[in-house]
DNA sequence: CGCGGCGGTTACAACGTTGGAACAAGGGAA
DNA sequence: TTCCCTTGTTCCAACGTTGTAACCGCCGCG
């Protein structure tokens, strides 16, 4: 029966009938409404105030159409860059009256396109989907009756844009690191994270590195370019491996890896193997996560400002959502710093605190 | 106008039509009602396939009382402890047909408040919280009138039971740890997480950490204990900063983090001053996060069942949902073991994979 | 052969909210 | 004075769903 719980929620009727007016100017007053006297309006608000009214969400979801719920749907809340973003896409969205749904998609890519096409639509009001195997041609179709921003993943192959994009500028930010490897004089510059299949951010991140060492009048070295599944640690420890089972000759002396969490793991694996860092190899990753700060030595990583990538993300979901009909699609990036480290240049540097 | 966006959603009036029953016969078999004839059931099932139908849940809720939203309310998501769990909870809610809405309390006690009164009631049919600053006294009020699952953080010391709550045997967990440390031949073991004024977990942990420390036959040292506000990895590196610099004859030879964040960053002040783990101070920690386990050297840690705990928790939300009336409240215990690694017995370990 | 019961279905009324139209009360222009 | 317009308020209907009660056969029992 009526599941309101143990206790009774308050209602407008019950606003109305305290204030003496009726439940649509209550209603009004709530939400701001135009047309309302300021007599009234302080009656009703005093009503409100006494008998601690709520809006009920689901009552006005069903009249209105909108849920004020949007969802971030990540590959994994255990990688900390994607924890970090669920933080700050929180704040942000909150500070504009949404509520955020975090889903985990764990790389499904059907599970992706569910997430993007609205899921129960009717629970969300949008989606900022952060796809890892999804492509533009699956969500094409999708995007316009939905709607929908993607962080990261543009796919310049095909030019085509099918969604609101937020981004870093992946290909320099790779060219950065590189270019910094290279001019700390490595002359045999490794990669860790190459997926060009199917991920859009690896396959910029490697033409990154690739420009970089042409630039660098460096010849790239396809055994030194590590392909892995996940961006994470164990996939990290287990390329680094490969690469040092090269003839010794033909090892790398600095490895760009394409995540902090792969630098971790490739950083055990130097461990393991008794060498030093940045001694016998120097790394660097991408991600800007505490992991890397803490960790010994310190990893030198490019740092994505998270916090402006959120709220452009949310800005272009709130735009959208309050859009009446399509909009054009935007792609918007976010700034980047390259965070220099310990495990690069070997200066000591006792962190801060 | 009407919000539906740019689509038009199924409703249960279209698939009866389709079908060529009632309204009701369709939501008697969506809802998998008794008193409904096979042959209907699968003509309807069909009508359901083929438009597409998703119950809406708004109006669901709105008739039922019931959103079918739970809220898992996580000091912070980027602790790689709450991140994990946020995992777990969200594969054991939705296996129960739950969704789960993960919400940052960022420690604060009235956010964690409002949290535990169900924010909307009206939005969400109960809520996991993993408490950081309200007390046992705070939710007395307040856990009757809404379903409410504490993590951790039973509050021994007053032996009131408000509120469901799952946690490890902290005592336990942190007696197990510093045994290890003192088997291993320390004698000067000091801790780093002591907040007894706020946090019943630190209280439990110190506990258990003194009662080891007697059984052994050591003395506890205050000067030792390191207090900490939050269990991150800033608090590590300057608590054990402020360690090292006690009279070398004082220094602790091993130290009992109370997280694998405080232990990261305790080795990493260990890496600044140059000493050694464990051949100059062992180290120890709680979580069991990958963090720890890739760490150079590896951290021992004691691993809760994040699995279990998860399971637990919403087993006994979902009970209490269901509930009509009040229910006794449990304190349900979840597994945890005690992973040695390199940190404490220096033995080196490559990783598995 | 009528009557209770039961399996299967339907009609109706809510749940709390909001958009739109209708309605009362004043205020100025004709 | 009448009429229209503005301002504030109320009434009505609907959003999609489900609980309750009613309904319609049909069976088997007395």
Do not use: W
């Not at 019950?14 to 309302?36: F, L, M, Q, W």
């Not at 006494?50 to 719920?69: C, F, I, K, Q, V």
């Amino acid at each position: 029966m009526m599941g309101g719980r143990f206790m009774a929620a308050v209602t407008l009727k019950d606003v109305a009938e305290r204030a003496g007016v009726s439940i649509k100017t209550v209603s009004n007053v709530v939400r701001n409404a135009p047309r309302v006297s300021d007599a009234t309006r302080t009656r009703v608000l005093a009503a409100v105030g006494e008998l601690g009214y709520r809006p009920n969400p689901s009552a006005r979801r069903l009249r209105t159409g909108r849920s004020g719920l949007i969802a971030l749907a990540v590959p994994d809340l255990g990688t900390p860059y994607f924890a970090e973003l669920a933080h700050h896409v929180g704040r942000e969205a909150s500070s504009r009256g949404f509520t955020v749904l975090i889903e985990e998609t764990r790389g499904d890519a059907r599970e992706e396109l569910r997430l993007a096409t609205g899921v129960g639509a009717s629970l969300l009001d949008g989606v900022i989907l952060s796809p890892l195997r999804v492509s533009s041609a699956d969500l094409a179709p999708v995007a316009d009756e939905f709607p929908l921003v993607l962080l990261g993943e543009r796919d310049y192959g095909s030019g085509q844009v099918v969604a609101d994009h937020v981004l870093i500028d992946n290909v320099a930010a790779a060219r950065e690191v590189t270019a910094h490897l290279a001019a700390l004089g490595h002359t045999r510059i490794g990669a860790i994270g190459v997926d060009e299949q199917r991920s859009a951010t690896s396959r910029q991140r490697l033409e990154g590195f690739q420009q970089a060492l042409h630039e660098a009048g460096l010849t790239y070295d396809p055994r030194l370019a590590a392909r892995v599944g996940e961006f994470d640690r164990p996939n990290g420890l287990a390329a680094m491996r490969t690469l040092l089972e090269l003839p010794t000759a033909a090892r790398p002396d600095a490895v760009f890896c394409f995540s902090d969490l792969l630098a971790v793991g490739a950083r055990r694996a130097l461990y393991e193997a008794g060498l030093d860092v940045p001694g016998d190899v120097a790394l660097a990753g991408v991600d800007g996560s505490g992991e890397a700060l803490y960790a010994t030595p310190s990893l030198t990583s490019v740092v994505p400002d998270k916090a402006v990538i959120s709220a452009l993300a949310v800005d272009c979901l709130a735009a959208r959502i309050g859009a009446e009909g399509p909009l054009p699609y935007e792609v918007r990036i976010a700034p980047h710093r390259l965070e220099v480290r310990e495990s690069t240049d070997g200066v000591r540097r006792p962190l801060p605190g």
